[in-house]
């Protein structure tokens, strides 16, 4: 949805401006009487400066601010896509552990069926090599029927 453009009667500094935006009219308010606020604390500290003087000034400082936030804008984005990248991996170990624990119950049922349900798996290998044991035997049962 594409806002709308709305006009904005702003005064600043006792002078009148009509601000064309398509922000809301709160918004518009808030920033005017930031503006203003903004304007006083600069003259109050430096009572010889005049309201351009001032508005630089308030320039800058706004340039600065948005700069810093920009700053950190990037460092949160970059922060986040690192933790992604940190969540991927955690899944993906957590799949891979699942695998492992899936290949043991496997083995163990094997174990079981072979009447030697005592037997301890020690590592995912022992696990894996009782499975690929057992392969070995179902294609050699199937030569020598076949």
């Known amino acids: ?4 453009k709305n006009r904005f009667k702003a005064t600043i500094e006792n002078q009148n401006y009509t601000i064309i935006s398509k922000e809301d009219p709160k918004h518009l308010k808030m920033v005017t009487d930031l503006v203003n606020d903004q304007l006083k604390e600069i003259k109050k500290m430096s009572a010889e400066i ?4 001032a508005a630089i000034l308030l ?4 340039v600065s601010d948005q700069l810093k936030k920009q700053k950190e804008l990037l ?7 690192t933790l992604h990248k940190k969540a991927s991996e955690v899944t993906e170990l957590k799949e891979r552990i699942q695998r492992i624990e899936e290949i043991e119950q496997e083995a163990k049922k094997v174990l079981k069926d072979q009447g ?3 037997a301890q ?3 995912h290998l022992q696990a894996q090599q009782i499975l690929n044991e057992k ?4 294609i050699q ?3 020598t029927q076949g």
Do not use: C, G, P, T
């Not at 460092?75 to 896509?81: A, F, G, P």
């Open 135 to 138: 392969r070995k035997q179902s």
């Open 50 to 53: 005049d309201s351009e003087q």
């Open 75 to 81: 460092d949160l984005k970059e922060e986040n896509e």
């Open 141 to 143: 049962k199937k030569a």
């Open 1 to 4: 949805m594409v806002k709308q």
């Open 59 to 62: 320039a800058i400082n706004a």
């Open 121 to 123: 798996i020690h590592d």
């Open 116 to 118: 030697n349900s005592e």
